[in-house]
């Protein structure tokens, strides 16, 4: 019990408390503390990987083992795990690795490393792709949200016709002052309600530190009581 | 012969003309740094920093000037100066940085005229820089922290002598049992996101404590529960709080440690596996909760295509309008903080709620005050000295 909960409820007690301190206090000795809190950050960060690790391959073996729905995408996955970890730890990461230019005497130190390779021509264009596919995504969204079913919902279709046509030369060739309208919508009616969502957060974010510092909120523990 | 001798006379003359001339320019430098400028100058240290700044300062005015201002530091026991500042024009304020409050720095005034020839340097003075202990300019801030503590702690107190606390209806919260109840009537599972970002953000930790009293309902529903993982301390976080729910609930037979897996820390690359999620299990209730970026549309949108009922709640005011459009329900900004409070219905944790809701109050009535004085200021004509005074003491506690 003293493991499980008032150890972990002491040491969110004294470093939220230590570093609310260090907030405002700015000697270099409570900047070296913070950084050496950010360091060990770092250290727990990369050993939790590890942890990232064993779960990917436990939950993907068993998939293979069960034979569940798509088990195939689950050998996929882990040869790639393997053959990227295998590609870092050998070709190394920035620049290649002794031991790999032993094996490719044509590889130079200033060539793109393996694990490099995989990143920029593979992950990079993967990546890419997800992210253009959110434009098809808000154009769905906005079709859906524009219907002017109420009022609210007309006002909303009203103004985001507004924008879109002053963000674009169209809207400026139509009617000069339109951007000036969308600066004064962005920067007045959009700003006040996004600081009013924003004090709200702060102070939401104020009280749920003070309820983990007291020990209040243990329910990241695990657990309620 | 006669020639030789005018030679000769002529180089004996032209040396001594020019001899004299050579010793005056390597006596006596060409330019001079005027005394009553060094006298003028002012050397202070930074407030509320960490001892690695001091300000340099000179109130004269000189300008139209054609030399050259150098303002050199070295430390009190070495030789190597170093050029802070050139300039020409004064008065000036320098701010040198990257100091240590352990040493002692001298700083010389040095001037050079248009020719490029600098006069001797000229000690202004010496100084060490001096670390804080205490950023005053935050005093209000830290006030702000202690009152609010206090507060809460009064009302905790308060609710565990007995007083009775209202606390406003939360729909996106108040539908959660119904989203459960869904998914095992549909005999799907849950999907619960606790969002892209690590522990170390508020939003996560509220999403968990979200976690906690939803994995509670599903293990007493013996619904299957999917929680996928962006970071690894999350996912170890995660598993902990589902098992003790499920162990609360009485049902750790029905906990299953794979259910709670880490899928890839790449933004994309889990948006991309969350939405095969979806797709492959189709749950019948996404519960998206805790920290978005960019990827919040392409998962919201993914989870409305397969007909789930989708909660969506974040404190990232650009993701909003995206939740809104593609959820069903969406918990904005505060009611995520507010959530474990609000589920729980544990007194303790009430307390605080109110305290959140008490404390905006009095921005709000802060707020509305500095408008009407603003606005009684600007009627006035801005002629009242009291009016600006207030105005005067709010923009402070504004900017603090």
Known sequence: MFLRRTLPLLVSAIFGIALILQFFVPHPASKSFYNLMLDWLIIVSAFTYLIAVQSTVELHFTKIKRKVEGWQYSIIVLVSLFVTALLGVFGGAFMPTTLWMKIFPSVKPTDTTPLMYTYLYMQMPMQSTIFSLLAFYMASAAFRSFRARSFDATLLLVTAGIVTLGRVPLGEFIYKGLPDVVEWILKYPNMAAQRGILIGVQLGIIATSIKIILGIERKYLGGGK | ?400
Do not use: H
């Open chain 2, 1 to 400: 012969m006669k020639n030789k001798i005018f030679f000769f006379i002529f180089i004996i003359l032209s040396f001594i003309i020019t001899f004299p001339q050579n010793e005056t320019s390597k006596d006596e430098p060409v330019v001079r740094v005027d005394s009553t400028i060094v006298k003028e100058f002012q050397i202070k240290d930074v407030s509320n920093d960490d001892g690695s700044k001091l300000e340099i300062s000179c109130q004269k005015v000189l300008e139209g000037n054609n030399s050259l201002f150098k303002l050199y530091r070295k430390e009190l026991n070495d030789t190597v100066f170093k050029n802070v500042k050139t300039f020409q024009s004064f008065p000036v304020k320098i701010v040198d940085e990257g100091l240590s409050y352990q040493k002692k720095y001298q700083y010389y005034l040095a001037v050079s005229d248009s020719l490029g020839n600098e006069s001797e340097k000229c000690l202004i003075g010496d100084f060490s820089p001096k670390a804080d202990l205490f950023k005053t300019d935050k005093t209000i801030l830290l006030l702000m922290i202690i009152i609010y503590t206090m507060v809460i702690i009064y009302l905790v107190e308060s609710v565990r002598k007995g007083k009775d606390l209202f606390v406003r209806k939360i729909s996106g919260l108040d539908t959660l049992d119904e989203a459960v109840g869904r998914a095992t009537e549909m005999g799907r599972p849950v999907l619960y996101v606790p969002g892209s970002s690590s522990m170390s953000d508020i939003a996560t930790i509220a999403s968990l404590n979200i976690l906690g009293p939803v994995a509670k309902k599903i293990a007493e529903y013996e619904t299957k529960l999917i929680v996928p993982n962006r970071d690894p301390i999350v996912m170890t976080v995660a598993k902990e709080v589902v098992k003790e729910s499920y162990s609360e609930a009485g049902r750790p037979d029905v906990y299953n440690d794979n259910d709670i897996f880490f899928l890839t820390d790449s933004q994309f690359g889990y948006a991309a596996a969350v939405s095969g999620i979806m797709t492959r299990e189709k749950p019948a209730t996404n519960l998206l909760l805790g920290m978005f970026w960019a990827e919040s549309l392409i998962m919201a949108e993914a989870g409305n295509t397969t007909g789930a009922i989708q909660i969506a709640g974040t404190d990232a005011v650009t993701q909003l309008p995206f939740f809104i459009t593609s959820c069903d329900y969406t918990i904005i900004g505060e009611e995520l903080y507010a959530a474990s409070a609000y589920l729980s219905r544990e007194p303790l944790l009430l307390g605080t709620l109110k305290a959140q809701d008490y404390f905006k109050g009095f921005i709000i009535f802060i707020i509305t005050f500095y408008f009407v004085i603003l606005l009684i200021s600007w009627i006035t004509g801005g002629n009242l000295v009291f009016l600006n005074k207030i105005l005067e003491i709010l923009r402070f506690i504004f900017k603090s």
